[in-house]
C-alpha cells in the first residue's frame, strides 16, 4: 500500500464518491479535489478522514496542485455543464498538470463505446481526450464504463408510477454497470497499476433488456412496472439522440462473460440487485 495519497478528481460527483468510497475501503490515503469544499457533500467527503483540496477541472494550475505528490490520480470529465469543448479543455488541462507533476499513473473514465466513431458528441469529446492520452508521456489506464444503473433515477418518479421510459426495443440488451463495480475496479487499478499500464478496459455488470429491467423494478417496488418504449424522434438533445440511435445500433461491446471471469474480486452487481437497493425502501 502506498504512503502517497490517491488524487480522487471531482470527488463529490458519482463517479468520483464510488471511486473515494472504494479506495477508503481498502485502507489507502486518499486526497479529494473539489470545488467548494465547504459544501455538505463535501465535508462528508472529509468526515471519512479525507484530504480535500479545491479546484477546477479546467484550471491547470489548481489541478497541478492538487496533483502534487501522489502516488496516482483518478480522472474524468463532462460536458454536460459546458459542452463538449469544455469537456475537451477538461481533458486538455488535466493531461497537462499530470505531465507538470510527472503523476505516476493517471487512470482516466471515458466511457465504452469512445473508440467506435459512434458518432455520438460526448463519446467523441472523450476520444479526443483519450488520443491526447495515449499520445503522450503520462503513464494511464483509459476505464470505458458502459450505460450506468444509477442513470434510470432520472426517471424515478415514472418508475413509482409502473412506467420504465426507455428508447429501446423490449427485448434488447443494454450492458450496464454499478456505480460501486466501477469504483472497486478503478480502486484496484490505482492501487496495483503494473499490470493495468497502457490498458484500455470497458466495464459492464450486467445486460438487461428492458422487459428483464422492468421484470425487476416489479419485484423491488412490489407493484408492476412496464417498459414504455420511448420514439427516438422524441428525443429533442441531438447528443441524447445520437446516444440512443448508438444504442439502438451497435451499442457497447464489452465481452461481459470474459470481463467477470477476468476480475472475480469485482462483485458485478446484477440490475435486479441494484434495483433492490434503489428501489426496495420505496414499497
Known amino acids: 500500500m502506498t504512503v502517497e495519497p490517491i488524487l480522487v478528481l471531482a470527488a463529490t460527483g458519482g463517479q468520483g464518491r464510488a471511486v ?11 486526497r479529494a479535489m473539489v470545488r467548494d469544499p465547504e459544501r455538505a457533500s463535501a465535508r462528508q467527503v472529509a468526515d471519512q478522514g479525507v484530504e480535500l483540496v479545491s479546484g477546477s477541472l479546467s484550471d491547470r494550475a489548481s489541478l497541478a496542485a492538487a ?17 463538449i469543448d469544455a469537456e475537451v479543455a477538461q481533458g486538455k488541462a488535466i493531461l497537462a498538470a ?16 469512445a473508440d467506435q466513431e459512434s458518432g455520438v458528441p460526448h463519446f467523441d469529446s472523450k476520444a479526443r481526450i483519450e488520443a491526447e492520452l495515449a499520445a503522450g508521456d503520462v503513464p494511464y489506464t483509459i476505464l470505458g464504463p458502459t450505460y450506468f444503473y444509477d442513470n434510470a433515477l432520472g426517471g424515478a418518479e415514472r418508475i413509482r408510477s409502473g412506467f420504465l421510459d426507455l428508447p429501446l426495443p423490449s427485448d434488447r440488451p443494454l450492458q ?20 493495468y499500464v497502457g490498458q ?6 450486467d ?17 408492476e412496472v412496464r417498459h414504455e418504449p420511448v420514439p427516438l424522434n422524441a428525443i429533442g438533445s ?8 448508438f444504442l439502438n445500433g451497435p451499442g457497447y461491446r464489452v465481452d461481459v462473460p470474459a470481463l467477470h471471469a477476468a476480475h472475480p474480486e469485482i462483485a458485478w452487481t446484477s440490475f435486479a440487485d441494484w434495483a433492490q437497493m434503489a428501489f426496495a425502501a420505496a414499497r
Open 20 to 30: 473515494t468510497d472504494a479506495l477508503l475501503r481498502r485502507g489507502a490515503v486518499v
Open 67 to 83: 496533483m502534487d505528490g501522489v502516488a496516482a490520480v483518478f480522472a474524468y470529465t463532462t460536458p454536460f455543464e459546458a459542452g
Open 98 to 113: 499530470a505531465r507538470d507533476k510527472r503523476v505516476p499513473h493517471l487512470v482516466m473514465s471515458s466511457v465504452a463505446g
Open 176 to 195: 450496464q454497470l454499478a456505480r460501486t463495480d466501477h469504483g472497486a475496479f478503478a480502486a484496484g487499478v490505482l492501487l496495483e497499476p503494473a499490470s
Open 200 to 205: 484500455r478496459i470497458e466495464l459492464s455488470s
Open 207 to 223: 445486460a438487461p433488456t428492458p422487459a428483464q429491467m422492468a421484470a425487476a423494478l416489479s419485484a423491488a417496488l412490489g407493484r
Open 238 to 245: 441531438p447528443d441524447m439522440h445520437a446516444m440512443w440511435s
